[in-house]
Structures are given as C-alpha cells and as structure tokens.
C-alpha cells in the first residue's frame, strides 16, 4: 500500500525485460484478482516487474508513468482509471521510444500514442445485465424501477457498461432507471449509495451494480432495510469474483456478467513482442461468459478467484 513504487528485480546488468506497472487501486475482489495475475505472471515469465498502486488517483499513475519514463524501462502497461486527460504522458513515453500496453481500460487518446490495449468489451457486458433484465421482466404490466450503481466516474467500465445496459432495455418501455449513482466500485460507497437509494425510493425492482463489489456493499444495505436481496429487489451485476459468485449461488444475485482480471499471461507475452519491436493488433478481447445462480453453483468450487 501507501501507493509506493515496488522493484521486484534488482538485476541490474542482466537482460531481463523491465516492465513498468500501473494499476488503478485496490478498489475491489477483480482489482485483486488482476493485481495478482500480473505479478504471478511477470515472475514466470521472468520479467523484471516495476509495480505501483495509483489509489484511485490519475494524478498518482501520471507521476509513476512519468517515473517508469524516467528509469528507462523497457515497456510501460498500465490500467487507466480514466478515459480523459493521457495524451501528454502517452507523447512522452513514445518521445523516449518507450512502448505503452493498455490493460484492462481504455483512454480517448489517439490509437497511435500506444502499442496494444488488452481488456473486456464493457459495452458487451451492460448489453448481456440488459439482455438478463428484459427477459427476466418481460411480463412486467407496470413499470419496473430500476437503480444503478455505477463505478467510478469518467472510467471505461463505468460509461460503457452504462451506455450496453441503457441501450438494451430501452426495448422495453416497462424498465425504468430512476436512480443512477457513482460507488467508485468499492463496497463500502456500494453499501452506502444504496441505503439513500432505498430511502428516496419506496418500491425498487432491480439493482444493476457496475461490478459484484458495489453489488455485495448494495446487499447489507438492502438487508438492514429488512428486504430479501435477490426476492424483494432483484440484482444483476458484473465481475464474477469468488464472493459474487457465492452471493449468486446462494440467490442473493440473480444474474452475474463475467468480465476477467486474467490477464497477466497474455499481458506478459505483448510485453516480450512490444519488447522486440514486433507489430502487434491494437486491440485483444478477453473472453468471458454470463452466469446464472445455477451455473454459479456448478463452477464455484473450481473458481480460481
Ligand atoms: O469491473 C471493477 C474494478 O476495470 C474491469 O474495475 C475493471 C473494473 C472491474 O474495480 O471491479
């Protein structure tokens, strides 16, 4: 913690690969999972890994990309924890011929400023919760009252997730968002938007949370307030992690997209071909599935995550 560079390498004179890390935060269950996957994979790949938590602040990854810059490292991967505001690092970074992977979140900077950008299709997920929704509500005579909790502000999951979900029950003039708040993807904001939620709003039929962490805060909230998560409110959300799938084997959620935080191996090979000033496509799509609580149940125990 304390957002501090970490070498794990110290071997200066060899040729190893130098790889500079920076992640968003510690902000939720996929946060981890990522965290860890890059690093598992950095020592088997033996690349020298250079690795910084930004906490959640822009400021912070410009400060350590800048820092990455300034070492001379081999490649820069980071995850941006906004879409705006790259361009003059990223310029930087090409200035001193130094390739720039993009894990797991999207910038708005020009496709030219970086190398390869690795993640999920986060318009796809909201699609898939959206998909879930209009089937799950399709003979709704009324109007369903929807809340969202979305995650942190001006982030890519947070904006297309937003856009996926809103364009696909738009099918239905039934389902209805009439709360839609940031909880940063932590649980904690999760469990506290929530309780003003349930408080502003007698009769909510469904909870989309951006990712399970939010979701897991939104359903203490929803039990302090003596509702059934999963009956009296249904709940959709996205990530997948261990304690959403184990909410969602026991019928706490409903519906669970996956979006994978795997991505270490595959980040590690682009690092080497980056590395070797190999061409690579600009953009890779992870795989992942969709999850009801049944097929939660069958994979729960084998879940790596
Ligand atoms: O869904 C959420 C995390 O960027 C895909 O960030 C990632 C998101 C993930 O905090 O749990």
Redesign the pocket.
Known sequence: GGGADTATGGDAGSDKIVLGFSQ?GS?????AANTKSVKDSAATAGIDLKFSDAQQKQENQIASIRSYIQQKVDVIAF?PVVVTGWDAVLKEAQAAKIPVILT??AVDSDASLYATFI??D?VKEGEEVGKWAVEEFKSATGPVNIVQLE?TVG???AIDRKKGFEATIASNPNLKVIASQSGD?TRAKGKEVMQALLQANPKIDLLFA????MGLGAIEAIKAAGLKPGVDIKIAT??AVKDGMTALAANEINFIAE?SPLLGDQLMELTKQAAAGQPMEKRIVTKETTFTPKQAAEVLSTRQY
């Open positions: 968003v902000e939720s269950g996929w946060r995850s797991d979140r993640g999920s986060f995650g982030s890519a999951p993807f951006h990712n399970d962490d996205i990530d979006c």
